[in-house]
């Protein structure tokens, strides 16, 4: 596409032209880590659970009554806009003056008012059912609590804690499988939004939103936060991994297991317990029970790092403890001032915790 | 002198204006003290001329970050407070000025009065208005924020509580935003004060209220609104700033506060705050469309009833931009069925016009290319509008660039689209000189395929899962093209505004007289010269139809036969 359009003139081409221009200076100047590209198209028309497809059928409705007001209005324009042009530009009498009908006016009062009723109602009974769905008891219960600017879900009923990659189990026709979300926020307000699962709903401090999905093929659904938060709200990213009820429970089982204890990366943990990486993290087993920041207990277990900003390698993990604003800038982890001999300790040792 | 040859008879005032005009110095002073309702008029509209081109600007340097997934453009920091500022602009430096200014203009000249009622107060509201862009302006500068980017804002134009609280807002790009927005809103009341006074006070003999032209009726409603939901948003940020500095806790979740009720508050205000953006859109397209058209506006009444009811409904809607923070069904469909019901009245409208053109001999100069545009834009916008009222399929839309499309799609293709016809219908009247056709249609043409490029498109992002207020996005969501396209969309827009300042600059100094009535027009603002003088009219007009220039070009068939 870019070679035929940089060789055709015009306005249009000049424009794609100094974008990429631009763009390009920006890319030059700033080497971020590059990264796998995930391929995923997170579409609304996509759906994969329960309550994305019911809002999926309401939308499909909803479309072609919008669709036939338009074509029907639109061309009630086209024909207004071609038919009563000035033929002769030297015509200087007037049309007759028409004030105004009753009937008409009526009419297309009343037209849409009845439209609106069919609206309203077909509207009324898809909220409903989506919101106010009851959960069954079977239904898996986990808190998902937003930070600037990551995600921690908290499995209460499994008994573990973990962060920006929420797993949860397929929901088949012969065994329906409720995941129950519970949504909360530990500072500013945001949103949590995988398309394919399910609309959005906002997390709010000191108060509690739910929302439910049914996901009825495994795989990885991409999604971000979708209520500005901060500076790095853009990089808040989301992975729901739908898995096979072995898999989940396999993954479960490894969860809920305290931290890997490796011997040989003893030095990288005793780093990792001194300096201050304790005060806002938690690894499970070990001394290190701060709340702030993300749960680490089995950080290798997980395909990013930074809510989504990096691929999690070792390399990345480097760069993001030397220096975590050069890979998400704003994010709240502070560069703790390690020495690379340091770092490369610490990485040694998370990189045991799968 | 007068000339009884002319319609209104000794209404227009031929008297040469006097050559002299004072030593330079003396005009921009004439300016600064005047208290002549054009001459504020015009100082609102040149002060939102120039805010266009800055708002333009941002949302330029937005598109360029925009256009490629992972740019480097600009950093975070700048793209939020860009953005923020680029949203801040349009609605309170750009829309306001903009209606107010047409509104000081024309409604006194419509109704046939002098002045408006408060003339003093009608240059204090300016004044604070300019006074509070300023003032948000200067945050670029003023103080130097966290990270060395400046202290302008950076919460969204909607600021939610609590990151506008000083725990996670330090500094002061907040306050800038609080604190120039309640400046301006003071000039913002005083203004629909003086519209009301002067609509029901000083209408001239014979002009009932339903003989006032449309656009008056449009613009008192449009008053009546702004004294009631400017008041919440001034509240808000009094509050917020209590919040911030007195140790006040009403929107954040310490001590009870409810970080929600910010978000009410907000949108109490926000969303009657764009239907006081639209509708003096549509009273542009009400005197717009009839003259072109060479008829009457069908349906007066049923308008002038649709206009109050669009006004009176919007009032309740105003929790559909909340449908995702979490009330209960039956509070969501509520909010569902009020935002549906606002779209009955303004079909309704929509069916007028079309109606209106209906069986007329249209005549496409470049204010009516402009105002037929919008009709079908509207039309479309006001339908993304009915998607978003669908509660359920809004919790998939909501935040999304499928909304940015809409709004936009309303506050461009309708409100812009109008106020350019508005501009090339009336600037003869307020210079004295023709626009040049010209270059008119070039801005035409190149803005509207810009427009559609930018906007038609923008909505796929949106539908396929990519928010807003975000300064980058990931490569592989299939949003990469759709973005590239919409800037390029973006710039052509650009070009045409470009187009657009330059034939008002051009035209001005060198375009042809446009005498009092260029358009063979019916409402009483042409009945005076171009420019008018200062007192409007020589001798007070009295008027006994819609129409009054219409009776006088036509005594074999007048309007006061009919209506």
């Known amino acids: ?354 | 002198m007068a000339d009884s040859t002319l319609p209104i008879g000794s209404a227009i005032d031929l008297t040469p204006p006097s050559e002299s005009y004072g030593t330079w110095l003396e005009q921009v002073h004439s300016w600064v003290v005047t208290v002549d309702h054009k001459k504020i008029g015009l100082m609102y509209i040149g002060y939102a001329v120039v805010f266009l081109l800055v708002g333009g600007f941002e949302a330029l340097l937005l598109r360029i970050q925009l256009a490629v997934p992972h740019n480097n453009f600009l950093p975070p920091e700048v793209f939020n407070r860009i953005f923020t500022m680029h949203g801040t602009t349009m609605v309170f430096l750009m829309g306001m000025p903009l209606i107010i200014g047409f509104a000081n203009y024309l409604v006194p000249l419509m109704v046939g009065a002098r002045d408006m009622a408060f003339p003093r107060m009608n240059a204090f509201s300016f004044w604070m208005t300019a006074l509070g862009g300023l003032m948000l302006y200067y945050s670029f500068i003023g103080g130097v924020g966290l990270q060395g980017a400046g202290s302008a804002p950076d919460v969204t134009w909607w600021a939610y509580a609590p990151l506008t609280e000083r725990a996670f807002s330090r500094g002061h790009s907040t306050d800038y935003w609080a604190l120039s927005l309640i400046v301006s809103g003071f000039g913002t009341v005083g203004a629909a004060v003086n519209i009301i006074a002067t609509t029901i006070c000083m209408r001239c003999k014979g002009m009932t209220l339903f003989r006032m032209p449309l656009l008056v009726w449009l613009y008192l409603i449009v008053s009546g609104m702004i004294l009631i939901v400017i008041t919440p948003l001034t509240a808000a940020q009094i509050m917020l700033t209590i919040d911030r500095y007195l140790g006040g806790h009403f929107f954040d979740s310490q001590a009870g506060g409810v970080p929600v009720v910010w978000a009410h508050f907000f949108w109490i205000f926000g969303h009657p705050e764009v239907y006081v953006l639209v509708l003096p859109a549509f009273a542009i397209a009400n005197e717009v469309i009839p003259v072109f058209s060479r008829k009457a506006i069908f349906g007066y009444p049923a308008m002038v009833a649709a206009s109050a009811g669009i006004g009176l409904i919007s009032l309740s809607v105003w929790a559909h931009h909340m449908f995702t923070v979490g009330m209960t069904s039956a509070q969501n469909a509520f909010f569902v069925l009020s935002t549906s019901l606002v779209g009955v009245p303004t079909g309704i409208k929509i069916f007028n016009w079309i109606a209106t053109m209906w069986g007329g001999k249209i005549r496409f100069a470049t204010a009516m290319l402009f105002c037929t545009a919008f009709l079908i834009q509207f039309l479309f916008a006001g339908l993304t509008g009915i998607m978003l009222s669908v509660a359920p399929w809004d919790w998939q839309l909501h935040n999304s660039y499928f909304v940015i499309a809409h709004f936009h799609y309303v506050l461009v293709g309708a409100i812009v689209f109008c106020f350019f016809g508005g501009f090339y219908y009336w600037f003869p009247k307020m210079t004295g000189k023709m626009l040049d056709e010209r270059l008119g249609k070039w801005h035409f043409w190149l803005f509207l395929i810009g427009f559609h490029v930018c906007f038609d498109l923008m909505h796929i992002p949106g539908l396929l899962g990519m928010p807003r207020s975000i300064y980058t996005y990931e490569p592989g969501r299939g949003w990469d093209n759709w973005n590239m396209i919409v800037s390029i969309g973006g710039m052509i827009q650009g070009v045409a505004t470009l187009i657009f300042a330059y034939n008002m600059v051009y035209s001005y100094f060198k375009g042809p007289d446009a005498g009092p009535d260029p358009w063979d027009a019916w409402t009483l603002e042409w009945a005076t010269s171009s420019p008018p003088p200062e007192y409007n009219f020589a001798s007070a007009p009295v008027v006994a139809s819609r129409r009054p220039l219409w009776d006088l070009k036509h005594p074999e068939d007048p309007d006061s036969r009919y209506e």
């Open chain 1, 1 to 354: 596409m870019s070679g035929r359009w940089l060789q055709r003139k015009g306005p249009g081409s000049a424009a794609y032209a100094l974008l990429l221009l631009l763009s390009s200076a920006g890319h030059a100047a700033w080497a971020v880590p590059t990264d796998t590209v995930v391929y995923q198209t997170p579409s609304v028309f996509d759906a994969h659970s329960g309550p994305a497809l019911l809002i999926h059928h309401l939308s499909l409705f909803v479309m072609q009554i919008t669709g036939a007001i338009f074509i029907v209005v639109a061309s009630l324009w086209l024909y207004v806009v071609v038919r009563f042009r000035q033929r002769d530009p030297n015509d200087d009498s007037e049309p007759p003056q028409i004030y105004g009908s009753t009937q008409i006016e009526l009419a297309w009062t009343v037209i849409p008012v009845l439209i609106t009723v069919v609206l309203f109602f077909t509207t009324a009974r898809f909220l409903f059912a989506i919101q106010d769905q009851k959960m069954p008891p079977t239904a898996l219960d986990v808190d998902a609590v937003g930070h600037q600017f990551w995600w921690e879900f908290h499995y209460k009923t499994l008994g573990f804690t973990t962060a920006n990659e929420l797993h949860v189990p397929l929901s088949t026709a012969q065994v329906p499988t409720t995941t129950s979300l519970n949504l909360l926020s530990a500072d500013v307000v945001h949103s949590f939004w995988v398309p394919e699962l399910n609309g959005k709903i906002d997390m709010f401090p000191n108060q509690v939103n739910h929302m439910w999905f049914t996901p009825d093929k495994p795989g990885m659904y991409v999604g971000q936060c979708a209520q500005f938060c901060g500076v790095e709200h853009a990089k808040m990213l989301l992975r729901v991994y739908v898995q096979t009820s072995e898999d989940f429970a396999a993954w479960v089982k490894n969860q809920q297991q305290p931290a890997v204890q490796d011997p040989a990366v003893a030095e990288g943990r005793h780093l990792f317990e001194s300096q201050s990486c304790v005060s806002c993290h938690v690894v499970r087993g070990t001394a290190a029970q701060g709340k702030f920041g993300p749960d680490l207990t089995h950080f290798m277990s997980r395909d990013t790092l930074a809510s989504g900003a990096a691929d999690n390698t070792p390399a990345n993990l480097k760069l993001w403890i030397k220096d975590p604003d050069y890979v998400k800038p704003g994010s709240l982890m502070p560069a703790m001032q390690l020495s690379d001999d340091q770092i490369d300790k610490i990485v040694a040792y998370l990189d045991t915790l799968k």
